[in-house]
């Protein structure tokens, strides 16, 4: 039986940490950046730098994914300034494929200075339980505090997952972390100028999903698991979810409606009811530009009271980060599609893919809600001085009259009320028709927009 081909190689004579070369994943070849961290504890020189520059440089000339597989102790410091120069010819080179090419990164070891900050200008990052990082390492960071942390206190996976955003994905090992990045590159275009390819078309777009009918709560204020909407709605009820850990009042999946990737952002009630705060305006953000330049229609699930209230939320920029959100949809050019499933309060539902800021089209649950806020809250504003007593009927009436879809349908913010079963079926002719929409971009070197 005549063995298989061995996977070009870049730069493979040269000695070094950092190995480079083409393999098959997903649904066709990327680009593999290993650092090999059994030498040198995987310190990077400045070949190792210019090992990582040609990856990257070959990865946006051949339009294929880029993948760094990583376990660095930092700069080689016998190199000195050299290394340093290395770093930063990789890190520019990886900078250079952003929007280009999906960039995901695995982390299966430490990663530290240098090494840690490639980390985010990655688009996805998985880390492994035996990964940790960190700019500065926990000696210093005593020295300069005097609290003394653990490396994985510090910069390990579940803290990243959970605290700083970074970890997209948790994985056991190396293999499984592998086997995540193939899963996610087969939802993926090879670059930019492409389209994800169709998967599967098995599961009929028109299939009704009638336990939508009962999956929101009778009472206003109880809970549910937005994830099964998101599920129900994606073809075999299968979505992978990213940065799930991390700001988990709101989801963000990739799946597929009709053999098409799909984005899917949405509230999540379980969670702080739904509300956005800085995190979760942050991961949003992130989400939808991904989306965007991957060329992933958006599938958004609205169902929030509003941003969360806080000085402390207010002092840390509670302004400029919410405006991520906003500034993201604004500018998104996929196809989007909003569907209201219960709450829809105020800035929140302005940020959330609304009408105003250009979704394509929206749809709602007979029980969606659509309002500046909450019953209660109006009647505090517009009735402060009423008694205790009239403010339920207040309440009430209020309810009544603006707490429904129907109004924002007349003024055309909603396209159409529609049966909850029907929600599959309505999105995916929804996706069918704006297919071949497109979007005239303006000529300008870039946007600003709030960071």
Request: hydrophobic share 45%; with cysteine.
């Amino acid at each position: 039986m005549p063995t298989a081909a061995p996977a070009p190689a870049l730069r493979a004579l040269v000695r070094g940490t950092v190995k480079a070369g083409i393999e098959e994943l997903g649904n066709g070849p990327a680009i593999v950046v290993r650092s090999v961290s059994a030498l040198r504890r995987g310190a990077l020189s400045l070949e190792d730098g210019i090992t990582i520059k040609e990856g990257a440089d070959t990865a946006l000339s051949l339009r294929i994914p880029l993948v760094l597989v990583l376990a660095s102790s930092g700069a080689d410091v016998s190199e000195g300034i050299d290394s340093l120069h290395g770093w930063g010819q990789g890190a520019r080179a990886i900078a250079a494929c952003s929007g280009m090419v999906p960039i995901i990164a695995v982390v299966t070891g430490p990663a530290i200075s240098g090494p840690a900050l490639l980390l985010g200008i990655a688009d996805i990052v998985v880390m492994t339980s035996e990964a940790f990082a960190f700019v500065s390492g926990p000696a210093m960071v005593e020295e300069f505090t005097g609290v003394r942390l653990g490396l994985r206190q510090l910069g390990g996976t579940a803290m990243h997952a959970r605290s700083s955003g970074l970890c997209a994905i948790e994985a056991d090992t190396e293999d499984d972390a592998m086997a995540h990045v193939h899963n996610l590159l087969s939802l993926l275009p090879a670059n930019a100028d492409e389209v994800a390819p169709l998967g599967p078309l098995d599961d009929p777009t028109d299939r009704a999903v009638p336990a939508l009918r009962e999956v929101i709560p009778s009472r206003t204020t109880s809970s549910y698991d937005v994830r099964n909407v998101a599920a129900a709605l994606a073809d075999d009820h299968d979505v992978t979810e990213l940065w799930s850990r991390w700001s988990p009042q709101l989801v963000t999946a990739i799946g597929r409606i009709g053999g098409r990737s799909v984005g899917f952002i949405a509230n999540q009630p379980q969670a702080l009811a739904g509300t956005l705060d800085i995190a979760a305006s942050q991961k949003g953000a992130k989400f939808v530009r991904f989306c965007d330049a991957f060329n992933l229609s958006l599938v958004t699930l609205v169902d929030t009271p509003g941003f969360l209230p806080g000085k402390d939320l207010e002092w840390r920029g509670m302004i400029r980060h919410g405006a991520e959100l906003a500034f993201a949809y604004a500018e998104a050019t996929v196809p989007r599609v909003c569907v209201i499933l219960r709450k829809a309060f105020g800035g929140a539902y302005i940020v959330m893919d609304s009408r105003g800021l250009g979704n394509d089209l929206c749809f709602a649950w007979p029980c969606a809600e659509i309002a500046v806020m909450g019953a209660q809250g109006a009647v505090q504003i517009l009735h402060r001085r009423a008694a205790p007593e009239q403010r339920a009927e207040l309440q009430a009436e209020y309810t009544e009259r603006f707490l429904t879809p129907w109004e924002a349908a007349e003024r055309g913010f909603v396209d159409e009320v529609i049966d909850p079963a029907d929600t599959r079926s309505v999105v995916a002719r929804a996706l069918d028709a704006l297919e071949s929409s497109r979007e005239h971009l303006p000529g300008r070197k870039h946007t600003i927009g709030p960071l």
